[in-house]
T-cell receptor, first 118, second 111 residues
């Protein structure tokens, strides 16, 4: 149980284009999902918290107009990188919070999406 | 959220127990200790979590000191596939319950 998927697993795009990444919780409903970014040899950095049916909450320094997040259902959140530039090249990872039978709200992570902007 | 301190790297021989320490001296009473690991180029994998009691599951054991200021993750019989970066995170039990990742411990399991 507690499986989170991401699509695509990798994407290459031209500078100036937009890229959408999907995050799905496959066997549980997640009212809250999170988006992280990880640069080479660095730790994960939280970008935003996505709540179903409401606006995302962005961490300080993350441009909300550049990284659009939509959490339209209890099993799907999307991250759109708008007008991507080479500096946006990174490993994007989502997680979903699973209440679980004991309601401990453990976060489970997707496999990540490698974005390369040329 | 409380900060954690972990050694940057550790080595372990295959088949031996790997004991990964974590210091969280500023932990609050409502903060859980979570452990995740990340194998290269993959998303983090949940291992175990606890509040104040020791916990064990099929992957590992978590030992939390009585004052809750530190904990140890134990992999009882390390294999080569356990080579990864291990993150110890304290998470408050209110609000969004965000996870803040530190730099973790890079565990290298050798034959």
């Amino acid at each position: 149980g507690a499986v989170v998927s991401q699509h695509p697993s990798w994407v290459i795009c031209k500078s100036g284009t937009s890229v959408k990444i999907e995050c799905r919780s496959l066997d549980f409903q997640a009212t809250t999902m999170f988006w992280y970014r990880q640069f080479p040899k660095q730790s994960l950095m939280l970008m935003a918290t996505s709540n179903e049916g409401s606006k995302a909450t962005y961490e300080q320094g993350v441009e909300k107009d550049k990284f659009l997040i939509n959490h339209a259902s209890l099993t799907l959140s999307t991250l759109t990188v708008t007008s991507a530039h080479p500096e946006d090249s990174s490993f994007y990872i989502c997680s979903a919070r699973d209440p679980g039978p004991l309601r401990t709200d453990t976060q489970y992570f997707g496999p990540g999406t490698r974005l390369t902007v040329l | 959220d409380a900060k954690t301190t972990q050694p940057p790297s550790m080595d372990c021989a295959e088949g031996r127990a790997a004991n990964l320490p974590c210091n969280h001296s500023t932990i609050s009473g409502n903060e859980y200790v979570y452990w995740y690991r990340q194998i290269h180029s993959q998303g983090p994998q949940y291992i175990i979590h606890g509040l104040k009691n020791n916990e064990t599951n099929e992957m590992a054991s978590l030992i939390i000191t009585e004052d809750r200021k530190s904990s140890t993750l134990i992999l009882p019989h390390a294999t080569l596939r356990d080579t990864a970066v291990y993150y110890c995170i304290v998470r408050v039990d209110t609000g969004f319950q965000k996870l803040v990742f530190g730099t973790g411990t890079r565990l290298l399991v050798s034959p």
